[in-house]
Every structure is written in C-alpha cells, then in structure tokens.
C-alpha cells in the first residue's frame, strides 16, 4: 500500500498539550473563546498560582496563548487567550486523540467474541 494513508501512521500527541493542566487550560479558554483572567483560570480549573503560572508560560513559549498584563484598581490583572495556532493545535491533537481511540477500539475484541465466558 502506497500514498499517506493517516490510518497506518501512528497518532502523534501534541506534548505540550497532553500535560494535563495544560490540557485542562488550553480546553477551558477553547470553550469559552474570550479573555479570562488568571484568577478566574485558578479557580475554575482549581490549579494553584504557582502551577498555573508555570503551566501559562509553557503555552505561551509554544505561541499557544497570548498573555496581557495590565492593570485594573491600581491592582494587577493578568489575562489570557488562545491564539490561532492555540486553537489549531488544540484541533490537530483532538484528531490524534480519535484517531488513537478508534484503532484501539478496532483492536480490542468485542466483548464475547473470544468464545470464552466470565
């Protein structure tokens, strides 16, 4: 068999993504497609500043996120949003995720059909 066939190539995750916090951030700001604070991402994903902050700048250095710090009330804001390449990124490793999820359950036996019994 010849050409590119995308079923024969192994799924390649996206490891920058695949870490599950940042899995977990670049996922909330997909969904709600607008700016969110950093107090807001450390609250609602339940990651700690320190964690959180670690995790951003890992995004960011990908081209993942923008980040804008400012400041609001004479305190400072930190804000974050998922960049073009965030959103493509997060796409292409959801297709590799499905693709990995559908050969496993091509590869699995249906349950009964080994011919034995529980």
Do not use: W
């Not at 339940?46 to 710090?69: D, H, M």
Request: net charge positive.
């Amino acid at each position: 068999m010849t050409g590119n066939n995308k079923k024969t190539a192994s799924p390649a995750l996206n490891r920058v993504i695949h870490e599950p916090a940042r899995l977990q951030i670049v996922s909330y700001l997909a969904v709600g497609g607008r700016e969110v604070s950093f107090a807001e991402l450390s609250e609602k994903l339940g990651l700690t500043a320190g964690n959180l902050s670690v995790q951003l700048k890992r995004l960011e250095e990908a081209g993942y996120l923008s980040i804008t710090k400012s400041f609001r009330e004479n305190r400072p804001l930190t804000c974050v949003t998922l960049t073009r390449q965030g959103m493509k990124a997060l796409k292409n490793y959801l297709q590799e995720l499905e693709l990995m999820i559908d050969r496993l359950k091509d590869a699995i036996p249906r349950q009964g059909s080994d011919g034995g019994g529980d």
